[in-house]
């Protein structure tokens, strides 16, 4: 194994900068003395036992092709969202391979859309906030758009917000999300708003969230042909990174048809199917991480305030899996960045990607991991 002297130079090789977005949860399969991962919003409790075993089950039926039709993983995925009124929403969800296949799918078929309309170079921008996950980005660049400054007031052909914010933690509850939304994007305009994060929010995320808002979606494409897509990724809240789950909800049935249609067979695997399909009903996972998500993060607030740098920012929803720290010195983060490493407790720098670079991310973890990191930066 690669150790942690010189696991800087082999985690930058796992990317290609010219082709990808950095990105983080690498560096844990270079540190020979790794203890958590502080670098990755995933939840707290780790993955759901139940959950797991059935992807492991799953295993046994690799000889097979998972379903084309990704059920019934897609369907127990729909109650979960909508209840008992799920039959009526379900031909609007689509499963993907993580959320970043499907935010390519979206992005192109939008392309495609301006480009029959005759729109050659569609603008593009992202959330009121400086910075976002920026799969969003490399996606819309790699197709052509036309990049404007979120500060822009500009209406764009596409807007594509996280909310969540990651990294930034900031939020829009839902109706300034509608507000915002109605006021940056173009009639015949596409949508996506990415809310990975925001079933965090608490047991009622959902009346907080686009996921009911089916009168505002069905109102934007009548009225405006504005196509608004919600968009997840489940490895996060579920902590199952490596299995890439995402699904997205389309405005229309025919908007999930026509992603489908340019999307390749069987790209979500069985294990990940079978996973879904036992996740969905770990009430008593999610209720955990509710109770005991905020408390943990002011944990970890409180802890690294005990470190008396007293000009640390501390940015983020109480609700949220991780704290967007600004050291106010892009030094000091560069050192904190080593010591963190070094103990087996790697976090993620604000540097590439988002050019903050006196920013740190770090995640919400129990107080026991949380203080091997707190140990590491007593040298600070």
Not at 301 to 311: C, G, V
Request: hydrophobic content about 35%; charged content about 25%.
């Amino acid at each position: 194994m690669v150790t942690t002297e010189n696991n800087n130079d082999s985690v930058n090789t796992v990317w290609d900068s010219k082709t990808q977005t950095f990105h983080g949860g690498q560096e844990h399969r270079f540190i020979a003395n790794f203890v958590e991962d502080f670098s990755v919003t995933t939840n707290y409790l780790g993955t759901p036992r139940k959950a797991l075993e059935a992807a492991k089950e799953a295993m046994n039926d690799i000889h097979h092709y998972p379903a084309a039709n990704q059920e019934p993983a897609k369907s127990y995925l729909a109650e979960f969202l909508w209840g008992s009124s799920y039959i009526e929403h379900q031909g609007r969800l689509l499963m993907g391979n993580g959320a970043s296949e499907l935010i390519d799918l979206v992005v192109r078929k939008a392309l495609l859309l301006f480009t029959q309309r005759g729109i050659q170079k569609p603008t593009w921008k992202g959330s009121p906030w400086n910075v976002q996950y920026r799969e969003y980005q490399r996606s819309a660049e790699t197709n052509g758009f036309d990049i404007l400054d979120p500060s822009n007031p500009e209406k764009v052909d596409m807007i594509c917000i996280v909310n969540p914010c990651n990294p930034t933690g900031d939020y829009f509850s839902v109706e300034p999300l509608k507000e915002w939304i109605r006021n940056n994007v173009k009639s015949g305009g596409c949508v996506i708003v990415d809310e990975s994060m925001q079933p965090w929010h608490s047991f009622d995320f959902r009346n907080d969230s686009l996921i009911s808002e089916h009168s505002f979606m069905k109102e934007m494409y009548e009225k405006e042909n504005i196509s608004v897509h919600v968009m997840h990724s489940w490895t996060k809240i579920w902590s199952c990174t490596g299995l890439r789950i995402g699904s997205v909800i389309c405005p229309t049935v025919e908007h999930c048809e026509a992603l489908r249609k340019i999307q390749v067979p069987w790209s979500v695997n069985g294990p990940a199917l079978k996973f879904v399909e036992a996740v969905v009903h770990d009430k008593a996972y999610l209720d955990e991480t509710w109770e005991n998500t905020t408390r943990l993060r002011d944990y970890l607030i409180e802890q690294l305030k005990s470190l008396n740098f007293t000009e640390w920012d501390y940015h983020g929803e109480s609700f949220l899996s991780w704290v967007w720290v600004d050291m106010k010195s892009e030094e000091r983060a560069t050192r904190a960045i080593d010591l963190a490493r070094k103990a087996g407790v790697p976090v993620r720098s604000g540097k590439p990607g988002y050019q903050c670079n006196s920013f740190i991310r770090v995640a919400v973890r129990k107080e026991d991991k949380v203080q091997v990191l707190i140990n590491a930066w007593k040298s600070l």
